[in-house]
């Protein structure tokens, strides 16, 4: 009975291992990270920047957003990101992404990166939406920058979300215009893909590592059936 429990437990960790639980797969979004920095951005709690990314045909849980920024020096005058979605602009609220513990100080051209993680953000197939950042109040410091790329590396952005397009508020949000041409402002958004399974026209063939474990599961079995047959004897 015990090398069957065993025999029964291997089969299902080997099943799992193939085909693996459920379609979650982490995406990079959207992606200009790398790219050289150009110039930055200056969020405060009057102007407020946003970055458009989108979701094509396919929906995501939001898992984070990395932003090359820096904040330097001590103060209320915190960088906060929000999610917003909109065809035209940010108009509607979605979420807000909880901060880091620590921001880059190092200014412009140095900017560093932080991570904003999501509680979990949905977001909707065949949707635009924005990063948008921006500061909790009017005091000085810290000065917040945000880096945007050079025009010249206009279109080497990666990701199904990918877009060039960035807005500018100069009253909180309350109303948003085009800002930039073809400078994006610098960010990585990963999200896992909530996508269904795939549709009953697919057939997953295993690859030849798969018929390997699939022909070693096949011996333990055998293996244990002459075992079991020994000891009945």
């Not at 508020?169 to 041409?181: E, I, L, V």
């Amino acid at each position: 009975m015990y090398i069957i429990k065993r025999f029964l437990r291997l089969l299902a960790f080997s099943a799992l291992a193939l085909f693996g639980i459920g379609s979650a797969q982490a995406v990079v979004l959207f992606d200009n990270g790398s790219l050289t920095q150009d110039d930055y951005d200056q969020p405060t709690d009057l102007e407020w920047f946003a970055q458009q990314f989108t979701t094509g045909g396919q929906a995501y849980t939001l898992n984070s957003v990395t932003l090359r920024m820096s904040a330097i020096g001590t103060g209320s005058n915190v960088p906060t990101l929000d999610i917003y979605s909109g065809s035209s602009g940010p108009t509607t609220f979605v979420g807000t992404l909880t901060p880091p513990g620590s921001y880059p100080t190092t200014g412009f051209p140095n900017l560093g990166t932080a991570v904003f993680t999501s509680p979990a953000i949905s977001l909707a197939a065949g949707t635009t939406y924005w990063a948008v950042l921006h500061a909790l109040n009017g005091s000085a410091n810290p000065r917040n920058e945000w880096a945007t790329t050079k025009t010249s590396l206009y279109g080497l952005g990666t990701g199904p979300g990918y877009s060039e397009i960035s807005f500018r508020s100069t009253n909180a949000g309350s109303t948003w215009a085009a800002y930039g041409n073809g400078t994006p402002c610098q960010m990585t958004v990963d999200a896992t893909l909530s996508g269904a399974a795939p549709p009953p026209t697919v057939t997953n063939v295993p690859t030849l590592s798969e018929w390997g474990m699939i022909i070693m599961a096949g011996l333990l079995a055998l293996a244990a059936f002459v075992t079991m047959r020994r000891r009945s004897n």
